[in-house]
């Protein structure tokens, strides 16, 4: 319902969805999934996960790719090496997990920080709040969510630029990151790195590296002054 890919409202935002092969129903599908939109479904995330990443057969994917493994092919007879009740198990592990609380929401730099994000038009992309469709897991469907992502795929300029298309994505655009939960990156992942390969070190490098269609807002937030800027991040923290 945000997808404007010609830009026909003027702002500067052409934000388009990435349509993908989706190897469950082999059929064309809306990505939402990966750096690019390129998976359809969580329970094909899980099991490229487990092939690509792990070298983890599965029902879904029962043939060796060669991660972790020089030939492609482990000479056990032992594929898929996870079954059909693993696989539904990790992908409705995953489905489940709840997303943190945003925080600090009646501190007064959070909420200036907030009126901040808006002013900058991070929210064109960021866009705070969304409604899940149907799901077969119940406390899933047509639920109001915070996500802070619209889903869609931007060109985000030539310094983020990996060259590498991915379905209909090309070589410049990035499916928008939803941040909710940034704001406990230390203490999930004990470090506080950013964007598809980590070259950011901290939100505010993230920030800093954004381009293409994103240039404005970057530019924006450059001259705010010290206590906006840390206003800003006060509010991306609390979320």
Same mark, same amino acid.
């Given at each position: 319902?945000?997808?404007?890919?010609?830009?026909?409202?003027?702002?500067?935002?052409?934000?388009?969805? @990435?349509?993908?092969?989706?190897?469950?129903?082999?059929?064309?599908?809306?990505?939402?999934?990966?750096?690019?939109?390129?998976?359809?479904?969580?329970?094909?995330?899980?099991?490229?996960?487990?092939?690509?990443?792990?070298?983890?057969? @599965?029902?879904?994917?029962?043939?060796?790719?060669?991660?972790?493994?020089?030939?492609? @092919?482990?000479?056990?007879?032992?594929?898929?090496?996870?079954?059909?009740?693993?696989?539904?198990?990790?992908?409705?592990?995953?489905?489940?997990?709840?997303?943190?609380?945003?925080?600090f929401y009646d501190d007064r730099e959070v909420r200036? *920080?907030?009126?901040?994000?808006?002013?900058?038009?991070?929210?064109?992309?960021?866009?705070?709040?969304?409604?899940?469709?149907?799901?077969?897991?119940?406390?899933l469907s047509y639920q109001t969510i915070y996500p802070?992502?619209?889903?869609?795929?931007?060109?985000?300029?030539?310094?983020?630029?990996?060259?590498?298309?991915?379905?209909?994505?090309? *070589?410049?655009?990035?499916?928008?990151?939803?941040?909710?939960?940034?704001?406990?990156q230390q203490l999930v992942n004990g470090h506080t790195?950013?964007?598809?390969?980590?070259?950011?070190? @901290?939100?505010?490098?993230?920030?800093?590296?954004?381009?293409?269609?994103?240039?404005?807002?970057?530019?924006?937030?450059?001259?705010?002054?010290?206590?906006?800027?840390?206003?800003?991040?006060?509010?991306?923290?609390?979320?």
């Amino acid at each position: 319902m945000h997808a404007d890919e010609h830009d026909t409202d003027g702002d500067g935002i052409s934000g388009r969805p @990435n349509w993908v092969y989706d190897a469950v129903s082999q059929q064309t599908k809306l990505g939402r999934f990966g750096w690019k939109a390129n998976t359809a479904t969580l329970l094909e995330q899980c099991a490229g996960a487990f092939v690509h990443d792990m070298g983890v057969t @599965n029902p879904l994917f029962p043939i060796e790719t060669g991660a972790g493994q020089s030939s492609g @092919n482990d000479g056990r007879s032992d594929d898929p090496e996870i079954d059909d009740e693993t696989l539904n198990a990790v992908t409705f592990y995953a489905q489940s997990l709840a997303v943190p609380a945003s925080r600090f929401y009646d501190d007064r730099e959070v909420r200036r *920080g907030a009126k901040l994000f808006e002013q900058l038009q991070c929210a064109k992309c960021h866009i705070p709040k969304q409604m899940t469709g149907y799901s077969p897991v119940a406390a899933l469907s047509y639920q109001t969510i915070y996500p802070y992502t619209d889903m869609l795929l931007h060109d985000m300029g030539e310094g983020l630029a990996d060259h590498r298309p991915d379905f209909l994505a090309n *070589g410049r655009e990035w499916k928008t990151r939803p941040l909710w939960g940034i704001g406990f990156q230390q203490l999930v992942n004990g470090h506080t790195q950013f964007l598809h390969d980590g070259r950011a070190r @901290n939100l505010t490098e993230a920030i800093l590296w954004h381009g293409g269609e994103a240039q404005s807002s970057k530019e924006a937030f450059t001259k705010l002054s010290k206590n906006e800027r840390e206003a800003l991040l006060r509010f991306l923290n609390s979320l």
